[in-house]
């Protein structure tokens, strides 16, 4: 469930979220820019079980806005994993006021953006890992940036 109040160019977002892997950090982010709409399980085109980012992007867009606990919050952070939240118990509760530009307010208000949440522990392990490679970080496991909850904002 999430809650985005949008005046100007100020966002009050709440977003509580379960079923995310246990202790670890979950990126979420506004995407815009495309179709304002979240994949299905069909835009996994490369069959390797997961909908990458780079698969989910034709729906969803670009990072617009990254929902970090603290600093900044552009798309410059759409990786700073160490500033996302936790889910300690599975689950994610959170809170705050963001600045967004004017592109972005005007994609919540046409109903043409998306929050996406991400981290998945596709093969149940208990940590994010597995030999296949994030699409936006060689560095980093799949299922570190690998789509977990997605859902269109809607004013």
């Known amino acids: 469930m ?3 109040r949008v ?3 100020k966002a009050e ?3 509580v979220v379960s079923g995310l892997l246990r202790n670890a950090p979950h990126a979420m982010h506004f995407h815009a820019g495309t179709k304002g709409s979240c994949p299905t399980g069909r835009a996994d085109t490369n069959r390797d079980g997961f909908v990458s980012v780079t698969e989910g992007h034709p729906f969803y867009g670009h990072i617009v806005t990254s929902l970090t606990t603290r600093g900044d919050t552009s798309p410059a952070s759409g990786l ?3 500033r996302f939240p936790m889910a300690p ?3 994610v509760v959170y809170r705050r ?3 967004v530009d004017a592109h972005t307010a005007a994609a919540i208000a046409d109903h043409n953006a998306v929050l996406v949440v991400h981290g998945v522990d ?3 392990s208990g940590a994010y890992d597995g030999r296949i490679k994030s699409d936006l970080d060689p560095s980093l496991p799949m299922e570190a940036t690998a ?3 997605c859902g269109p904002l809607r004013p």
Request: charged share 10%.
């Open 2 to 4: 999430a809650t985005v």
């Open 7 to 9: 005046q100007g160019t």
């Open 13 to 15: 977002v709440t977003v």
């Open 80 to 82: 700073a994993i160490k």
């Open 89 to 91: 118990y599975g689950s």
């Open 97 to 99: 006021t963001v600045t």
């Open 122 to 124: 596709r093969n149940g």
């Open 147 to 149: 789509p977990a909850a």
